[in-house]
């Protein structure tokens, strides 16, 4: 994943001389070096990461605000890229969203160092919060994107309530992907799960 795309959600600097690509990178890679050494999050401070990544911590302050925000930038440059929707029905944008899940847990499943990020991560609040702000929130707010505009063009029910419908078809796929760790995870379980939701959900025939 490159880092423009990493921080696509970010305000971006609000100080500094513009970002150099091959700095960011070398800094997210010694971040990610130290946690695939088994180094524990609350271990890591600037400092270290500053010597691991071979700069100085001016260089790390002047592309991110404290520790917080330079984690979120790890986990989503460690992640599957952020999915481009085909737009050519909501169908067809729900399935890419949903599989865009099943991938992440296939790589929490594969990868030692996220899962134990992300375990690291949940008794942090304040980095935890972070995650949510900048990486879970705005994947949740395409979702109710994608079914408002399927309820504009008559793909979806125009009495349900978006946000509870997002829950209900997101829902299946974590449940296999965090809750159930152990359950498969096949290649057409997003287009299963959207087509067996959306007979319920489409609009009745006249």
Known sequence: MSLAHSRAGHEGPARGRPRSEAVERSII???MKLLE???PLGDLSIERIARTAGV???TIYRRWSGKEELFVDVLRAAEPEDP????????DDLIVLLESLRQRGLMNRSSAMVHNVYAQMKSSPKLWNAYHATVVDPRRRLGYEVLRRGQQNGE???DVDVELVN?????PMLVRAVMRP?????????????????????????
Not at 84 to 91: A, D
Not at 167 to 171: L, P, T, Y
Not at 186 to 197: F, H, K, M, N, S
Request: proline share 8%; charged share 35%.
């Open 167 to 171: 829950d209900i078809f997101v829902g």
């Open 156 to 158: 979806l029910r125009a």
């Open 37 to 39: 050494d088994g180094v």
């Open 182 to 206: 152990e359950s498969e995870l096949p290649e057409d379980l997003a287009e299963r799960i959207v087509d067996t939701l959306l007979e319920g959900l489409r609009p009745a025939k006249p």
């Open 29 to 31: 890679e010694g971040v």
């Open 56 to 58: 100085g911590k001016a």
């Open 84 to 91: 481009e929707l085909p737009g050519t029905s909501m169908r």
